[in-house]
């Protein structure tokens, strides 16, 4: 593979405030944006730009032939001008609201990893303190088969992760546990120091029979031919990449996931209309469905989805550009599904 060398020069905070305004940008308070830049970044902010730049026709990618690459979909030529009434502010304010919507995403999976959390533990508990480390202790394809790359089976590898976030745990009852009784650590007490990914895996490798229990007590209600274990650690897959995205800052608004739960099951009344509309399923709406489903069960006076109903109300709508919740895949009439009530 060849690569290009990456020739874009540096460009300072005045070049840049230049740059936007040279494509169409309105910039009403110029000091006020030199702020947001040097607080923020032209590069961070570029992610919110690029959804109101202009659009052409269809376009389709050439190879080195002229031929069209048949893997790359056809789309909208994109110019580096914005849509004519864009201002600045406009930017700003669909940067705050993706904030937002991260910082209350983050609040909603808390509570939800908690809650798997001592479900997963208590499942593996049943065999001992130390029930982790045996592979035994879990279903075939996580604790016995081995990896065709590495020859190592998936709980050796996650095993490894959880001795190295015991290992640099500073948390006090830690390390008066290693202290007192060295390693291994009790299950109960490693688990403490798993991330959101380290008990998402953890789940997968559950026996089935408590995978399809944990399941059915977070409302995933067992039917034919659709297991309930494997249609919540999809749920569990795709809320772990919503998590990183939030604790990493990245934008959310209108990401295309890539992580995508199943659609199938009849335990929610929306998910008929998941199976019919990709671009709901493809953006973060899906997910905080999910989220909100959720937290119905674990805390039943939930007012998490009052919340962001109302944070959902404020979003800057750009009318020039075409920017609406629906890049979200929020859809029409949502307010009047059944989970928003």
């Known amino acids: 593979m060849i690569f290009l060398a990456y020739n874009k020069p540096w460009t300072d905070f005045d070049d840049q405030l230049r740059k936007l305004k040279d494509r169409g940008l309105i910039i009403t308070d110029e000091v006020k944006a030199l702020e947001y830049l040097q607080r923020i970044g032209y590069y961070r902010l570029s992610g919110y730009l690029y959804a109101v730049r202009k659009q052409g026709g269809l376009v389709c990618k050439l190879d080195k032939n002229l031929k069209p690459i048949r893997k790359k979909k056809e789309s909208k030529h994109l110019y580096d001008e914005y849509c004519q009434g864009v201002t600045f502010a406009n930017i700003i304010d669909l940067y705050v609201f993706d904030k937002k919507l991260r910082q209350l995403c983050l609040d909603a999976l808390e509570r939800i990893e908690i809650a798997l959390r001592v479900d997963v533990v208590h499942a593996l508990a049943k065999e001992g303190p130390l029930a982790y480390t045996n592979p035994i202790n879990f279903n075939s394809d996580f604790g016995i088969k081995c990896s065709q790359n590495n020859g190592l089976t998936k709980h050796h590898t996650w095993i490894s992760s959880v001795a190295k976030n015991c290992t640099r745990s500073k948390q006090k009852f830690i390390e008066h546990i290693k202290n007192e009784y060295g390693y291994p650590l009790p299950l109960w007490a490693a688990a403490e120091t798993w991330d959101f990914g380290c008990l998402a895996i953890a789940y997968n490798g559950l026996p089935y029979k408590d995978a399809n229990a944990i399941a059915e007590k977070f409302g995933i209600k ?120």
């Open 222 to 341: 067992k039917e034919k031919n659709n297991a309930s274990g494997q249609i919540f650690s999809s749920y569990i897959n795709g809320l772990r990449y919503l998590r990183n995205v939030c604790a990493h800052h990245s934008r959310l608004w209108n990401l295309n996931i890539t992580e995508q739960p199943s659609n199938t099951g009849n335990h929610y009344s929306w998910l008929e209309f998941a199976r019919k509309n990709p671009h709901f399923q493809a953006r973060p709406f899906f997910l905080l469905c999910i989220v909100n489903e959720l937290l119905k069960v674990i805390n039943p006076n939930s007012k998490w989805g009052d919340r962001l109903k109302e944070h959902i109300s404020t979003f800057p709508n750009i009318q020039s550009a075409n920017i609406s919740v629906y890049g979200m895949g929020v859809q029409d009439k949502w307010l009047e599904w059944d989970i928003w009530k």
